[in-house]
């Protein structure tokens, strides 16, 4: 069954031409998905979104990590609006911010103190400063093509930013102990911290899972020389692991930013960090109009209790290998060569011989338009509310798409 045509959609963004920059911008601009891919939507649920033009979607994208148990789950929901009935953006903080504070010390292991903030970016930018306070040095090491958000500091585009800006970092190739011993090398006496993702998820690239032996590395160099090691959980916070993802291999960061799932879609991030770290913490101003709004806290409250009651990682686990090992039958039996990486709650599937990834925008609109929304380049994300039933229909879809991709030539 395919889709209507995206009418209304196609008015929102001639209108939106006209009054938002580009007609969109970040990383939702559909302006870089393959045609098809609609720009707007006007309700999720679920698993599910509708577009303007009525039409119904699998959702694998997730809203790029904030909904992890489910667009508007009952219970999330139940307690933002119980809490907005009672006061959200106030002059202080409502009581369930200690709550909430307490509830992260109780889940993230290396923590004894937490800060919130309100995007991933606030949260990557504060552990820096606060890594420099603490140490009274320069120099950040981070990988290449690790995403940590949009501040100059960090964004991947060049426009506006001064090399002042991205001054004082040295960049380092992710899993290659070598090239980050070398890093710190080159840091002299003058290293302030290593800031790494739990795994390599850089867009266009094949996901990579860390080698233990890489992240006990990071962890030995920041003792040797008293660094901070900085864990960039905001894209993996609750879907590897209900507390850090790096103690099963035995590592424990310094600091670590949250952000995108930690209240299912309600705007907050965090700063989770260690005792040693407790004063240059405190030291460091970090504030903003809204980073003391009760209703997202109240909202995570309930999503970091869902999730660790629900075992929300061992279901996206389970639902993302049976998505994964259907995929890869289809596309052998089409003879097409699909390369699946990450963790399969995580899913990232880029086509072999694909440069220009006409493959992929192919396969991944093929999808679209029979209601199922995959990325073509980007990582996916599962959520709790995909049931066995939506990976049955999905792999119905993809078997179509695959079908139409072998049929076209490409
Ligand atoms: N770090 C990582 C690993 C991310 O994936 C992102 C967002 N994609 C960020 C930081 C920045 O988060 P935000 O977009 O909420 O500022």
């Known amino acids: 069954m395919s889709k209507t045509m995206l009418t209304q959609d196609h008015e929102l963004r001639e209108r939106a031409a006209k009054v938002i920059p580009g007609g969109m911008y970040g990383h939702q601009n559909a302006a870089a998905l ?20 009525g039409n119904e979607y699998i959702d694998y994208v997730c809203g790029f990590g904030p909904n992890l148990l489910g667009y508007r789950h009952p219970e999330v929901e139940r307690a ?4 907005a009935a009672r006061g959200d953006c106030m002059t202080g903080p409502a009581p369930c911010m200690v709550e909430l504070a307490e ?51 960090c964004t991947p585009r060049p426009d506006g930013v001064l090399s002042e800006d991205r001054e004082h970092q040295i960049i380092f190739e992710y899993n290659d102990v070598a090239s980050l011993e070398a890093a710190v090398d080159a ?17 266009f690239r094949d996901l990579e899972l860390p080698e233990p032996v890489f992240a006990r590395r990071a962890r030995e160099l920041c003792n040797r020389t008293s660094a901070v090691l900085i864990l960039d ?36 991030s965090a700063v989770a960090g260690s005792e040693p770290l407790r004063d240059a913490a405190r030291r460091v101003y970090g504030t903003g109009s809204f980073w003391f709004a009760a209703v997202p806290m109240a909202a995570s409250l309930a999503t970091l209790e869902i999730a660790r009651r629900d075992t929300t990682v061992g279901h996206v686990r389970k639902l993302g290998e049976k998505l994964r090992k259907g995929i890869a039958a289809q596309a052998t039996s089409h003879g097409l060569a699909v390369r699946q990486t990450g963790p399969s709650q995580m899913p990232m599937i880029l086509f072999d011989d694909d440069p220009e990834r006409a ?27 995909h049931s066995e039933a939506d990976i049955v229909r999905t792999l119905e879809v993809t078997e179509e798409a695959f079908a139409a991709l072998s049929k076209s030539g490409l």
């Open 80 to 83: 933002a609006s119980e809490q």
């Open 233 to 268: 959980e905001v894209r993996t916070g609750l879907r590897l692991a209900h507390g850090c993802s790096w103690e099963t291999l035995g590592v424990r960061p310094d600091l670590s930013a949250w952000g995108k799932a930690i209240a299912n879609g309600h705007p907050l």
């Open 103 to 153: 509830r992260f010390v109780d889940m993230v292991e290396h923590a004894s103190w937490t800060l919130f903030c309100k995007n991933g970016t606030d949260a990557t930018t504060w552990c820096v400063t606060i890594a420099r306070a603490h140490t009274g040095k320069r120099k950040l090491l981070r990988a290449r093509g690790a995403y940590h958000g949009s501040a100059p500091w």
């Open 359 to 385: 493959r992929g925008n192919f396969w991944t609109s093929e999808a679209v338009k029979r209601g199922v929304y995959l990325h073509p380049w980007h990582n996916m994300f599962l959520c709790a509310a």
């Open 34 to 53: 393959p045609n098809g891919f609609p720009q707007f939507f006007t309700r999720a649920e679920g698993c599910r979104l509708w577009d303007g033009d």
């Open 187 to 203: 840091a002299g006496e003058d290293l302030a911290a290593i800031l790494v993702s739990p795994l390599r998820q850089d867009a």
